[in-house]
């Protein structure tokens, strides 16, 4: 018998989330995003990526308030010490990473929020907001945050068709990108 019922629930949550959080990470990671479409392997190009993943679930979330408030809550915490844990990695000394970790927040937030503002206009408005985002030259970002932004779309899309109740308990399928000659985004209907 548990005298803290809630806890055990919450615990359950937090679960979901670090799962949920895991395989948006995973996906994000792929190299296909790199080798493929072009992003640049570096920790703006990753950042831009994990960033663009997260929108996708937490757009979804939004369709699910107030029962999603909570994942909400934890993906975005998960989030913000996922940064913090690389700004480590990569040797920010402690005393400046309240700062970096504040500057990077607020890029996160401007970077969804653009996001979020562009997907009301369209394809070709993510496709401008990414493009901006990435440390290329112009033409070169125009042609990745094009794909990407297609990708997005098909992404939003698919988390669509998914139940709230599986994304609850971290489960998540993204489509798969199968490079070629051509880019090819492969909407994933497995259920899993």
Same mark, same amino acid.
């Given at each position: 018998?548990?005298?803290?019922?809630?806890?055990?629930?919450?615990?359950r949550?937090?679960?979901?989330?670090?799962?949920?959080?895991?395989?948006?990470?995973?996906?994000?990671?792929?190299?296909?995003?790199?080798?493929g479409?072009?992003?640049?392997?570096?920790?703006?190009?990753?950042?831009?990526?994990?960033?663009?993943?997260?929108?996708?679930v937490?757009?979804?979330?939004k369709?699910?308030?107030?029962?999603? /408030?909570? !994942?909400?809550q934890d993906? #975005?915490?998960? $989030?913000? =010490?996922?940064?913090?844990t690389?700004? %480590?990695?990569?040797? *920010?000394?402690?005393?400046?990473?309240?700062?970096?970790?504040?500057?990077l927040?607020?890029?996160?937030?401007?970077?969804?929020?653009?996001?979020?503002?562009?997907?009301?206009?369209?394809?070709?408005?993510?496709?401008?907001?990414v493009?901006?985002?990435?440390?290329?030259?112009?033409?070169?970002?125009?042609?990745?945050?094009?794909?990407?932004a297609?990708?997005?779309? /098909?992404? !939003?899309?698919?988390?669509? #068709?998914?139940d $709230?109740a =599986?994304?609850?308990v971290?489960?998540? %399928?993204?489509?798969? *990108?199968?490079?070629?000659?051509?880019?090819?985004?492969?909407?994933n209907?497995?259920?899993?």
């Amino acid at each position: 018998m548990n005298p803290f019922p809630f806890l055990a629930k919450w615990r359950r949550n937090e679960q979901g989330a670090a799962k949920l959080y895991g395989s948006i990470v995973a996906q994000a990671r792929l190299p296909v995003f790199y080798q493929g479409l072009g992003v640049p392997d570096t920790l703006e190009g990753r950042f831009l990526v994990l960033s663009l993943h997260l929108f996708a679930v937490l757009h979804r979330l939004k369709a699910e308030r107030p029962k999603s /408030v909570g !994942l909400t809550q934890d993906l #975005a915490d998960r $989030f913000s =010490a996922d940064t913090e844990t690389v700004l %480590r990695e990569i040797g *920010i000394g402690d005393l400046s990473i309240p700062k970096k970790v504040r500057a990077l927040a607020a890029s996160s937030a401007a970077l969804l929020h653009g996001y979020e503002e562009a997907l009301r206009r369209g394809e070709k408005a993510i496709a401008a907001v990414v493009a901006e985002a990435l440390p290329l030259e112009q033409e070169a970002s125009g042609a990745v945050g094009r794909q990407l932004a297609h990708y997005l779309m /098909v992404s !939003l899309d698919a988390l669509q #068709a998914q139940d $709230f109740a =599986a994304m609850r308990v971290g489960q998540v %399928r993204f489509p798969e *990108i199968v490079s070629g000659a051509e880019l090819e985004i492969v909407r994933n209907d497995k259920r899993g």
